[in-house]
């Protein structure tokens, strides 16, 4: 079994089990968006999920990011290759705004509102044409840390109002809604109460965006209303650093 068959039979599988789990709960699969996390692999990686039809990729690190884009852009310049969309998923530190906000069409971590003041002050001044088919505002999800861990990146629960009302205000930022990173919990069943709180959340202000599952759980997650989901290891194998 050749590379690319491994990595389009596992795509086949989570697409399987999204729709298995969008069944079991009542709702649309196209409801739910697969963002494949491709940090630590190879371009190559890349260019077979886009083969496959996976357009939405995600990265965490700004300079993976930069580099994957690069190596998928070149990719793209063959007519049958899909444009890539790409999705900021970690932390961003404020000095890396500018080189990553021309190729990205959504960031899943909005976590403050010097990030927000720092997005608005280089949206403006982005080079026009990076990217395909970019509107006037980034979407934006606001990263919330649920389970309150330490070593986490998000703001609390009740850090949310003030962070959606400076992302509300951003001429640059489209709230697209909120984002999660469960725990890692030896059972996915344990991860439920995490989602159940950002619907909530997300509910109570009126989002209905929802950027939350990764491999170990984002069955449960759709269940629970994700509507984005961001699924690494099952699509591409095992991290290679
Ligand atoms: C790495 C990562 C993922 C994907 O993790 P897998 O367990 O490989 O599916 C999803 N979201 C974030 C924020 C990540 O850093």
């Given amino acids: 079994m050749t590379t690319a068959t491994t990595l389009a039979t596992r795509l086949a599988d989570v697409r399987a089990r999204i729709a298995a789990a969008c069944e ?38 700004a300079q993976d990011l930069l580099e994957q884009a690069e190596a998928a852009s070149t990719a793209g310049l063959a007519p049958r290759w899909p444009t890539p969309r790409w999705h900021f998923i970690g932390h961003l530190q404020r000095n890396k705004v500018r080189d990553v906000l021309p190729h990205i069409a959504a960031l899943h971590s909005l976590d403050s509102a ?17 990217l395909a088919g970019a509107s006037d505002r980034l979407p934006c999800y606001l990263e919330v840390n649920v389970g309150g861990e330490a070593q986490k990146s998000g703001v609390a ?45 997300a509910e109570a202000h009126g989002l209905t965006g929802l950027s939350m599952g990764m491999t170990e759980d984002y069955a449960v997650a759709i269940e629970e209303g994700a509507t984005i989901v961001r699924v690494g290891r099952a699509i591409f194998g095992e991290r290679r650093t």
């Fill in 157 to 201: 629960p009740a850090d949310v109002p003030a962070l959606l009302a400076a992302a509300s205000a951003s001429r640059a930022i489209e709230v697209a809604g909120l984002m999660t990173v469960a725990p890692q919990v030896p059972d996915p069943e344990q991860a439920r109460p995490v989602f159940r709180t950002l619907r909530a959340l």
């Fill in 24 to 61: 079991r709960a009542g709702r649309d699969p196209a409801g739910v968006t697969l963002v494949g996390v491709s940090k630590t692999q190879p371009p190559e990686a890349v260019r077979e999920a886009l083969a496959a039809g996976l357009v939405d990729l995600g990265e965490n690190r």
């Fill in 114 to 130: 010097r990030l927000i003041e720092e997005i608005e002050r280089r949206w403006e001044a982005r080079p026009a044409g990076a």
